[in-house]
């Protein structure tokens, strides 16, 4: 089941996260379900009252390149894409080079990047974890609470405080 063991993630989780700066970075297709996700990644940092600035790419394949470009000048990025699939291997590539780019992008940096790409055999599915109204999930908010929490942490452990 989806979501099912996820933490709650709220408001008083993302204490500490003020005045960060978060890149969130949403990729075009599927413009409804992309609506959501940006909207419940923007009302994340606005409940953590950290710095969001959106930046667009075309499709969830650029979503690695711009982490990479914007990592450095962030203290969290989002990255934000659905990709539906089809009958062909198209979305297995898609899914595998954004996992693949996103975490490598993370790594490399050190700076955390929020994991917001849905992969859903149908568009139903992408709709109900996308925060609209009568969706099950909120993956925008729940990516975006996630990066910042990490950088957080992050932070106070380069200061050295448990």
């Known amino acids: 089941m989806a979501g ?11 204490v500490g996260a003020a005045g960060l700066r978060v890149a969130i970075i949403a990729a075009e297709w599927h413009q409804q379900v992309m609506e ?3 909207a419940g990644a923007q009302r994340a940092a606005a409940d953590a009252r950290a710095e969001a600035t959106l930046v667009r790419v075309p499709g969830t394949f650029e979503l690695p390149v711009a982490a990479a470009r ?5 203290d969290a990025v989002v990255a934000l894409g659905v990709v539906i699939r089809g009958g062909t291997p198209h979305f297995d590539y898609v899914c595998q080079g954004a996992t693949a780019g996103l ?4 790594v490399r940096t050190g700076i955390p990047v929020g994991f917001g790409v849905l992969t859903c055999d149908t568009e ?7 925060g609209l109204e009568g969706s099950a999930e909120d993956k925008g908010y729940e990516a975006t609470a996630a990066a910042l929490q990490t950088a957080v942490v992050l932070g106070s452990a380069a200061r050295g405080v448990a």
Do not use: F, M, N, W
């Open 4 to 14: 099912h063991g996820a933490p709650t993630t709220g408001a008083a989780e993302l």
């Open 36 to 38: 959501g996700l940006v």
């Open 70 to 74: 914007l990592a450095a000048s962030y």
């Open 103 to 106: 975490t490598d992008v993370s």
């Open 124 to 130: 139903e599915q992408a709709v109900d974890r996308a």
